[in-house]
Every structure is written in C-alpha cells, then in structure tokens.
C-alpha cells in the first residue's frame, strides 16, 4: 500500500520505442531513496503516447501532457528530443533530456537513453531535481536554472565524470525532501484534474496504458 507522505514516481516508456530501455531512470530513483525515505517508484510497466504514431523525434512544443497521480513521471525514448516538429539536430548533439512544465499540470521529465549511453541515471537524476526546482537560487546559481559549480551535475550540459550535486544543490534537495517528508503529500483531486483541463483545454494528454493496448 502507498503512503500518503511518500512522493510518487512513474517510469514510463515511450510507445513508439518500446524496447527503451529504463535501468538509468530505476537506477535514479533507488540511488534517491537510499537517502530520501520519502519517494518511491510507483510504477514502471506501463507505456505513453507522446506523439502521434510515427513521429521520428519528440517535438517538446507539440508532446502529448502526462496525465496521472504520481508526483514524478519519467519517460524514456530512444527518439531523439527537439524543440518543434521538423528539427533535425546533429547525430551528435542535441538535447539528451528535458523537463516539461505547463500552467497547472505536473511536469515531466523526458530522456533519450539511446542518446544518454551509460549516463542515463545521472541524465535522470538532474531532470528530477529540476522537478524539484533545483537550481533556482544560490552562489552558483546560473540565474536561469541550472548550476555554475565546476563540478555539479546540475551544469547545464551533464557530463558523464560529473556524478554527484554540489555542496550547494545538495542542501537545497535536503531542504526540498525534508519539506515534503513533514506534509501530507496528496493525489491529484478530480477537481484538480478539471481544473488542469478548463485551463488547458487544446493540451492533449495521454495515461499511461499496458502494452499492446492503445490509448483512449
């Protein structure tokens, strides 16, 4: 049974790819847990629709919004992730992970593991902390919303040799979890969900569904 103090994580993938691999996002959550008692994964068999069906990239203006009760969702794609339909970035760069963040929605975190390689659990673990609005304030404080410490995974590009938050950030997330530990954290309402769609009625959304089954 899930605890009502506990935040809840959702790690997904990606229907059109659905041979993604997840391990990394496991791999971050557990890493989280082992010091924060307070999250926990919810669930991890299910899929998304993040587009339509045979869209080669995931465009971030256009991506299907995740509409569940968990606090946190991840999904993970092996379609490379670009701003607007019709990008084409280079084979070696573009953008290996996001967070999404719309109006009254929860945001959600997408990641290209094909892209991450071997860093896919930091990749994770730097887009959760944004979830938590790590960074947004500080000495190394970028004044956008990522870190300036030399050797912090929250540098806006994560390098696969940068493992671990700065002293800083590490305080911040202390601050976050330690919050959160001491309120009731509770499900979305379905007043809040009527609420999400009066104020964004031309989102789409997708749920999670099982695999092969379609969405609604």
Known sequence: MQS?????????????????????????????????????????????????????SVP?????????????????TDRRIVDKPGDTPPENFGVIGTTLYRRLRRPFVIVDAR???DSADRVVTHE????????????????????????????????????????ECSEQLDERFYKLSKKRIRNASMLGRALQNLSDNLVQTTRPFPYPNTIE
């Not at 997840?22 to 008692?37: F, P, T, W």
């Not at 307070?38 to 045979?54: C, D, H, M, Q, W």
């Not at 299907?64 to 968990?70: V, Y």
Request: hydrophobic share 35%; charged share 25%.
């Open 128 to 167: 959760v902390a944004h979830v938590l609005r790590i960074k947004d304030s500080g000495t190394y404080f970028d004044k956008v919303d990522h870190c300036n410490h030399p050797a912090c995974i929250m540098q806006p590009i994560t390098r696969p040799h940068l493992v671990d938050f700065c002293g």
């Open 4 to 56: 009502n103090n506990k935040l809840r994580v959702g790690i997904y993938r990606d229907i059109e790819t659905p041979e993604t691999n997840i391990g990394g996002a496991v791999v971050a959550i557990d890493n989280l847990r082992e010091k924060y008692k307070n999250i926990e994964i919810a669930e991890t068999n299910k899929f998304v629709r993040l587009t339509p069906s045979g869209e080669k």
């Open 60 to 76: 971030t203006n256009t991506v299907n919004w995740l509409e569940t009760l968990n606090h946190i969702n991840i999904v993970m």
């Open 115 to 117: 892209f991450a390689w």
